[in-house]
């Protein structure tokens, strides 16, 4: 029941905050959004699930099971539950929810308890993402998160909010329809009478397939895997179906873009890994050369987009491309490092990403200007805030002991030693990222932080109050943490990404070789 | 006494804790801070230095130390990835060495910076802290992951102390260039270690307890199987397979990759260029930089893994080349430099060049001997040149200076100390140091290898040139007369800065007594201490750590010969040489006002004098190249990606516009629409169902 | 006895009648009548109808479609008198602004 209440928690506190006066709006959702913090931290330390949710030999943790609805001949249950992979990314989302709507007092100041609402609404739709196991419900949370982000990108956004707002619901929903379509057919063409994602996917690995519109097992696979690829790509989100992002944060209030860039993004590697690549490893396997061409793409490609731009979001936003790069190609290395690597550096693109949106939300809230080329030299002026910048984009950078290294290192073993053809030159490509990525962040460092002091701006630029230092250090503090001690968590990832690799290694046609060995 | 090796940590966490008080009491308690954290720093690298003797003292008598202390992850179904230490003679001398230079550096800090008046220096001693604890943790480390953690570590230390007058233009582009071109370095040394990783399923240097394995001993019984005797090991043939290379091949590219770093951080040709503008930083930051930390870590970690290096002959010979390249390279730019510090940034550069000969020409012990007397005449000429740009009110333009000799005695001994070690007189250090390495190249490129012979040579040149800058330095500084108001009036030092002079001027002068290598070819006697220090025990693993076991391998996986040559006079060329440099440089320069003869060098000086126009060619390649690169991806995705995105939603936009026209409001128009459809539909119905 | 088809034909007329009043006239009032006309043309049909197959509902039904024309009509004029007020006329294409 601990996922229940969680959820009711969470959605019970933006109903408060909603009702509230302004005045109180922020620090009430800031207290408030510490019980789930607490729930989820404790829900971590207690955590005994084992394995992987959807596969055999594994149990979950915190389940819930019980039916809800009937359709037709098809069985909806509300089924919740936790295993390794969900259970980090649940605590990242309750400790970043906290994090962002303290980092929007400052910035924040009309319909107060309207944006803490929507805030922790959010919250919530999110929780349910990561521990939805029936796809019904899974669908309706992953869905439901786009309301709160499309109305926190419209109302509270920068200037071009409308078409901002308006470019991130469409393009995802989309993407959505297609995912949704692909997977409905799958299951339609699936001996199966539940929408239970476990049974799915057991009944996927067993091959239990009826009526396949008479297309075939393998093509009906092959057709929901990229119908599903798609999809999910986009919220990814993977060239070429990225172009969202940018505007969705440049306009994004930035609470919200902290939100989007630590949370909503892993949605889309978080069900690729469980729909793609754990449901149909074989499919995976077989196209692994050009999701992995797909991925090498985003990393240098969005890469060197960031180097071009001038707003400092814009860069995050770029780079956010770049890394969640890395993820898929982790995610089809296919082995211990490569998969389990990549839902790590879920984890720490989420906290590192929001570290560096959050850094650059308090320099806009004093200078009200993100330009490169505006301000110049303001480690002077507020130095603690300019000491956490450098230690963040050292972080993005993958700057070793905090967490960023320890993910992009873990999928580059992993893809390192992958399987398919030519996956060291794609690796080694990829890591290529590396060198870009110290390329845009030193230079706009050197001219933002460093240098005589400027400001093409008519504010003063003044330190940060100390509620806008207090969550960035609290979030360096994580990413070093996470860093320096990433048995943390690694261990429950690795048990829960273990099954999945061992499922694609007999999927597999080929003996999986490396994987055999050591890898 | 397995005691002191049980200490090992402590040797890093020491500068790290001094660290972290600089940075939280800095921020929270700054009052409570004495000298703006020197006082920690001093005691941490203190503390340091003892244990860092005592480790020494424990391994001279035979006990050394590689285990893992901390199990950075755990991988029960893959390799798991941990922090260890391994202290052998190497490691432990060179613990000393970077002990006792940031010890000493931390004192001089004193006189530099806070007697100096500078401003935010809780950060200084925060990063000095920091930089110290990242270098001690490189060295003491036990595989190659965790060298390539620290290794960047270090990196960023540089960044953040070269930058450390950030309200200036210069210091922070400096700073932004050590690390990305370090990077660029490092892109290649990761892909090393994960090679590493894939091909032998560890990254230990050394395998102790049961079961373990190292990689350099992994690479060389898959090289010997590959020669017929053993086995190679599975999972290293499987990945040859992979790959699709021999063994041979596939090694040669990985120890290529891991070089790349090396280069990077060692400043070799052509990862050089970030070095000179590292000058920028506080002097006693490039004295640590430049003799004990960062760059010392590129050519230590060839030592770390010299059984894996000697394996490969074409590794070698470019490691070889680049540094015999290097060192004449750099050597010649230091000839026409105006700046005191640009000077000793020039040599830094050659001699990490002829360190890296040395280790490619099989002269582990020599680079490894000339490691530690760089390490100690580099950082007093750093710390004096440090001492003079105090008194000279930091001016560091020798055409201002002249004269100092008279005003500042102790810096002017020490500092000469320091410069007939770097020329390479008989009988200060660097002259042991750089003969034995020239000497080993000369051996084994004499053995039949006509690529060791050119690196050779070229090393040879660069001596003439290096006596030749050096005391073009000297002269500058010291002697003549004074050719400016400071130079007549100098600020004068504190004991802070004449101490750690001092040390270090007679370490300079005399650490090259350990390994006097013709002394010892001529009289018979053993005094080449360096060598049996570095010979390595028989008959444990930590053999493979020891030069013998490095000469077998040379001799029999990388085909290196030494030709029969007695040592004199190979070393009498190149001290015959030093001083035909030094004295043509006393001959032009010395008295009371020398005139800028390089000038008349004309085109060549403005090449000298603009480092062969390297760093034009980088700035152009992030420039000129890459960031036009960049624009023209956003101007694509902006213009391709975003406009056919942007094209779908027009073309909805743009037929719903025109569709919704139809609804204009009109209630007679759409009573006429309900009719005519009405019509439609009962003709349509009147058609199909056959009423006509 | 009329046949059938007579009262078909007068039905149809009159619809046509209305249909043609709803499609020409620009005032509300007519828009209206013409409204009556076409409903009424229902209700013939349903007369004849339930005459001929001898069932009542038919009528029954029409009683129901003229209370209803009436409510209509009410509702109607309230609608025209605020057209009225709003555009100083009762021309329907005036009032425009109800689309979208």
Same mark, same amino acid.
């Given at each position: 029941m601990m996922i229940e209440a969680l959820l009711g928690v969470t959605l019970l506190s933006a109903l408060v905050v909603m009702l509230a006066p302004d005045r109180i709006a922020g620090k009430l959702a800031a207290g408030l959004s510490l019980l789930p913090v607490v729930g989820s931290v404790w829900m971590f330390v207690q955590f005994d699930g084992s394995g992987n949710a959807l596969l055999e030999g594994g149990s979950l943790a915190f389940e819930t099971m019980t039916h809800w609805i009937t359709i037709g001949p098809y069985t909806l249950n509300w089924h919740v539950g936790i295993d390794g992979i969900s259970m980090p990314l649940v605590v990242l989302s309750t400790v970043l929810t906290t994090l962002a709507i303290t980092s929007a007092w400052t910035p924040i100041d009309e319909r107060q308890s309207q944006f803490y609402a929507l805030m922790l609404l959010m919250e919530a739709s999110l929780l349910g993402v990561f521990t939805a196991l029936d796809f019904f419900v899974w669908f309706v949370f992953w869905e439901f998160v786009l309301v709160p982000m499309y109305f926190l990108i419209g109302i509270w956004g920068g200037p071009r909010r409308k078409y901002a707002a308006i470019k991130f619901f469409v393009y995802t929903n989309v993407a959505s329809l297609l995912m949704f379509i692909g997977f409905m057919a799958l299951v339609f063409g699936l001996d199966v009478t539940t929408m239970d994602m476990p049974a799915i996917a057991q009944a996927i690995h067993a091959g239990q397939f009826g009526t396949t519109y008479g297309l075939g097992a393998e093509t009906l696979k092959t057709v929901a895997f990229f119908a599903m690829f798609i999809g999910f790509a986009v919220k990814v989100p993977t060239v070429p179906l990225h172009t969202w992002l940018p505007d969705a944060h440049v306009q994004a209030p930035t609470p919200a873009s902290v939100m989007l860039a630590g949370v909503l993004l892993k949605m889309g590697t978080y069900a690729l890994l469980r729909f793609n690549f754990t449901m149909m490893p074989g499919i995976a396997q077989q196209y692994a050369v050009p999701i992995a061409a797909l991925a090498v793409l985003s990393v240098i490609y969005g890469a060197m987009l960031a180097l071009a731009q001038r707003d400092l979001k814009r860069i995050v936003a770029y780079s956010s491309v770049s890394s969640m790069g890395y993820v898929i190609l982790g995610l089809v290395a296919y082995n211990y490092y490569g998969v389990g690597g990549a839902t790590f550096q879920m984890v720490a693109h989420g906290l590192i990403s929001g570290l560096m949106f959050m850094c650059v939300g308090v320099i806009y809230n004093t200078a009200h200007t993100r330009m490169v080329g505006d301000l110049s030299g303001i480690a002077d002026k507020m130095p603690v805030t300019a000491a956490v910048f450098i230690a963040a984009a050292f972080g993005y950078m993958g700057l070793p002991l905090m967490a960023g290294f320890a993910g992009e290192l873990f999928i580059f073993l992993g893809g390192f030693g992958a399987d398919f053809a030519h996956a060291q030159l794609f690796t080694a490509l990829a890591m290529f990222g590396i060198v870009i990525v110290a390329g845009y962040l030193l230079f706009a460092m050197q001219r933002v932080l460093f240098g005589p002091f400027a400001a093409e701006t008519d504010y003063d630029i003044v330190p940060a109050a100390l509620h806008d230092t207090v969550p960035i250090v609290a979030l360096l503090l994580l990413v070093i943490v996470a860093g320096t001690v990433p048995n943390v968590f690694y261990g429950m990832i690795q048990d829960a990404v273990t099954p999945v690799v061992d499922a694609a290694a007999s999927a597999s046609a080929v003996v999986v070789s490396t994987g055999g060995v050591f890898l | 006494m397995a005691g002191a090796l049980e200490f090992i940590p402590a040797i890093p966490l020491l500068p790290f804790a001094s660290?972290?008080?600089?940075?939280?009491?800095?921020?929270?308690?700054?009052?409570?801070?004495?000298?703006?954290?020197?006082?920690?720093? &001093?005691?941490?690298?203190?503390?340091?230095?003892?244990?860092?003797?005592?480790?020494?003292?424990?391994?001279?008598?035979?006990?050394?130390?590689?285990? +893992?202390?901390?199990?950075?992850?755990?991988?029960?179904?893959?390799?798991?990835?941990?922090?260890?230490?391994? =202290?052998?003679?190497?490691?432990?001398?060179?613990?000393?060495? =970077?002990?006792?230079?940031?010890?000493?550096?931390?004192?001089?800090?004193?006189?530099?910076?806070?007697?100096?008046?500078?401003?935010?220096?809780?950060?200084?001693?925060?990063?000095?802290?920091?930089?110290?604890?990242?270098?001690?943790?490189?060295?003491?480390?036990?595989?190659?992951?965790?060298?390539?953690?620290?290794?960047?570590?270090?990196?960023?230390?540089?960044?953040?102390?070269?930058?450390?007058?950030?309200?200036?233009?210069?210091?922070?582009?400096?700073?932004?260039?050590?690390?990305?071109?370090?990077?660029?370095?490092?892109?290649?040394?990761?892909?090393?270690? =994960?090679?590493?990783?894939?091909?032998?399923?560890?990254?230990?240097?050394?395998?102790?307890?049961?079961?373990?394995?190292?990689?350099?001993?992994?690479?060389?019984?898959?090289?010997?199987?590959?020669?017929?005797?053993?086995?190679?090991?599975?999972?290293?043939?499987?990945?040859?397979?992979?790959?699709?290379?021999?063994?041979?091949?596939?090694?040669?590219?990985?120890?290529?990759?891991?070089?790349?770093?090396?280069?990077?951080?060692?400043?070799?040709?052509?990862?050089?260029?970030?070095?000179?503008?590292?000058?920028?930083?506080? !002097?006693?930051?490039?004295?640590?930089?430049?003799?004990?930390?960062?760059?010392?870590?590129?050519?230590?970690?060839?030592?770390?893994?010299?059984?894996?290096?000697?394996?490969?002959?074409?590794?070698?010979?470019?490691?070889?080349?680049?540094?015999?390249?290097?060192?004449?390279?750099?050597?010649?730019?230091?000839?026409?430099?105006?700046?005191?510090?640009?000077?000793?940034?020039? +040599?830094?550069?050659?001699?990490?060049?002829?360190?890296?000969?040395?280790?490619? !020409?099989?002269?582990?012990?020599?680079?490894?001997?000339?490691?530690?007397?760089?390490?100690?005449?580099?950082?007093?000429?750093?710390?004096?040149?440090?001492?003079?740009?105090?008194?000279?009110?930091?001016?560091?333009?020798?055409?201002?200076?002249?004269?100092?000799?008279?005003?500042?005695?102790?810096?002017?001994?020490?500092?000469?100390?320091?410069?007939?070690?770097?020329?390479? &007189?008989?009988?200060?250090?660097?002259?042991?140091?750089?003969?034995?390495?020239?000497?080993?190249?000369?051996?084994?490129?004499?053995?039949?290898?006509?690529?060791?012979?050119?690196?050779?040579?070229?090393?040879?040149?660069?001596?003439?040139?290096?006596?030749?800058?050096?005391?073009?330095?000297?002269?500058?500084?010291?002697?003549?007369?004074?050719? +400016?108001? !400071?130079?007549?009036?100098?600020?004068?030092?504190?004991?802070?800065?004449?101490?750690?002079?001092?040390?270090?001027?007679?370490?300079?002068?005399?650490?090259?007594?350990?390994?006097?290598?013709?002394?010892?070819?001529? !009289?018979?006697?053993?005094?080449?201490?360096?060598?049996?220090?570095?010979?390595?025990?028989?008959?444990?693993?930590?053999?493979?750590?020891?030069?013998?076991?490095?000469?077998?391998?040379?001799? +029999?996986?990388?085909?290196?010969?030494?030709?029969?040559?007695?040592?004199?006079?190979?070393?009498?060329?190149?001290?015959?040489?030093?001083?035909?440099?030094?004295?043509?440089?006393?001959?032009?320069?010395?008295?009371?006002?020398?005139?800028?003869?390089?000038?008349?060098?004309?085109?060549?000086?403005?090449?000298?004098?603009?480092?062969?126009?390297?760093?034009?060619?980088?700035?152009?390649?992030?420039?000129?190249?890459?960031?036009?690169?960049?624009?023209?991806?956003?101007?694509?995705?902006?213009?391709?990606?975003?406009?056919?995105?942007?094209?779908?939603?027009?073309?909805?936009?743009?037929?719903?516009?025109?569709?919704?026209?139809?609804?204009?409001?009109?209630?007679s128009h759409y009573a006429t629409m309900l009719t005519l459809g009405l019509v439609a539909l009962l003709v349509v119905f009147g058609v199909t169902g056959g009423w006509f | 006895m009329v046949p059938m088809e007579y009262y078909l034909l007068l039905s149809a007329a009159v619809f046509c009648i209305g249909v043609f009043g709803v499609l020409t006239r620009r005032s509300a009032l007519l828009f209206l009548m013409s409204v009556e006309l076409m409903l009424n043309a229902a209700g013939i049909n349903l007369v004849a109808f339930s005459w001929f197959h001898g069932n009542l509902s038919g009528q029954a039904f029409t009683l129901f479609v003229m209370a209803l024309a009436a409510a209509e009509v009410a509702v109607g004029l309230g609608i025209i008198l605020t057209l009225y007020r709003n555009f100083d006329d009762i021309d329907v294409t005036n009032a425009t602004t109800m689309r979208w």
């Open positions: - | 660290f972290l008080v600089a940075l939280l009491a800095g921020y929270f308690a700054p009052k409570l801070l004495p000298k703006g954290g020197a006082i920690p720093g &001093i005691v941490a690298t203190a503390g340091s230095l003892v244990v860092s003797v005592w480790a020494f003292v424990t391994v001279s008598q035979g006990e050394y130390i590689a285990e +893992s202390i901390y199990t950075w992850v755990a991988a029960p179904n893959a390799f798991s990835l941990h922090f260890g230490v391994l =202290v052998d003679p190497l490691a432990a001398m060179m613990l000393v060495i =970077v002990s006792l230079v940031a010890f000493l550096v931390h004192v001089f800090s004193l006189g530099y910076m806070n007697d100096e008046g500078e401003g935010g220096l809780h950060r200084y001693y925060a990063g000095l802290g920091l930089f110290t604890f990242s270098m001690l943790a490189f060295v003491v480390a036990d595989n190659l992951l965790m060298a390539f953690m620290f290794f960047e570590l270090v990196g960023l230390c540089s960044y953040l102390l070269i930058g450390f007058h950030f309200r200036q233009q210069g210091p922070p582009s400096a700073a932004k260039k050590a690390f990305l071109v370090t990077r660029f370095g490092d892109y290649f040394f990761l892909i090393g270690v =994960v090679a590493v990783f894939a091909t032998f399923g560890t990254a230990r240097f050394v395998a102790t307890g049961e079961g373990a394995h190292a990689f350099p001993h992994m690479a060389e019984q898959a090289l010997a199987a590959v020669g017929g005797e053993g086995t190679m090991p599975a999972h290293v043939a499987h990945f040859l397979d992979v790959v699709g290379m021999s063994a041979q091949q596939w090694f040669s590219v990985v120890g290529l990759l891991v070089l790349g770093g090396v280069i990077g951080k060692s400043a070799q040709f052509p990862l050089h260029t970030w070095l000179p503008d590292a000058m920028e930083g506080p !002097t006693p930051v490039s004295a640590l930089i430049h003799a004990a930390t960062m760059v010392a870590a590129g050519v230590y970690l060839v030592a770390r893994m010299y059984g894996f290096y000697a394996l490969l002959p074409t590794v070698l010979a470019i490691i070889a080349l680049v540094g015999g390249f290097t060192a004449l390279f750099a050597a010649t730019m230091g000839v026409v430099k105006d700046e005191l510090k640009q000077v000793l940034a020039y +040599s830094t550069i050659s001699q990490y060049g002829y360190m890296m000969l040395g280790l490619g !020409t099989g002269g582990y012990i020599a680079a490894s001997f000339h490691l530690l007397t760089h390490a100690f005449f580099k950082a007093l000429l750093f710390l004096g040149a440090g001492s003079v740009i105090i008194a000279m009110h930091h001016n560091e333009n020798m055409w201002d200076m002249g004269g100092l000799r008279k005003k500042m005695p102790v810096t002017y001994y020490t500092f000469l100390s320091g410069s007939l070690a770097l020329a390479g &007189i008989v009988p200060f250090a660097g002259f042991w140091s750089k003969d034995e390495i020239l000497y080993e190249a000369l051996i084994y490129g004499a053995g039949d290898s006509p690529i060791l012979l050119a690196a050779y040579a070229m090393g040879l040149l660069a001596v003439f040139f290096t006596g030749f800058y050096t005391f073009r330095m000297v002269v500058l500084t010291f002697h003549g007369e004074p050719r +400016s108001d !400071t130079a007549e009036d100098p600020h004068g030092v504190r004991w802070n800065v004449k101490f750690p002079l001092v040390v270090l001027g007679v370490l300079a002068a005399t650490v090259g007594l350990v390994n006097m290598t013709p002394v010892a070819e001529a !009289t018979g006697l053993h005094i080449e201490f360096l060598h049996t220090w570095l010979a390595g025990p028989e008959g444990t693993a930590f053999s493979a750590l020891g030069y013998e076991h490095y000469h077998h391998l040379l001799e +029999s996986f990388a085909g290196y010969h030494a030709a029969d040559i007695a040592p004199f006079v190979p070393a009498a060329v190149s001290l015959a040489l030093a001083l035909g440099g030094a004295g043509l440089a006393w001959l032009l320069y010395s008295g009371p006002a020398p005139t800028k003869h390089t000038e008349k060098l004309g085109a060549a000086r403005t090449l000298l004098y603009n480092n062969y126009y390297q760093d034009e060619y980088q700035v152009w390649l992030a420039k000129g190249v890459t960031l036009p690169l960049a624009r023209g991806a956003d101007t694509f995705d902006q213009g391709v990606i975003d406009g056919i995105v942007n094209a779908v939603s027009s073309i909805s936009l743009f037929s719903g516009g025109r569709i919704r026209r139809i609804q204009d409001g009109i209630v | -």
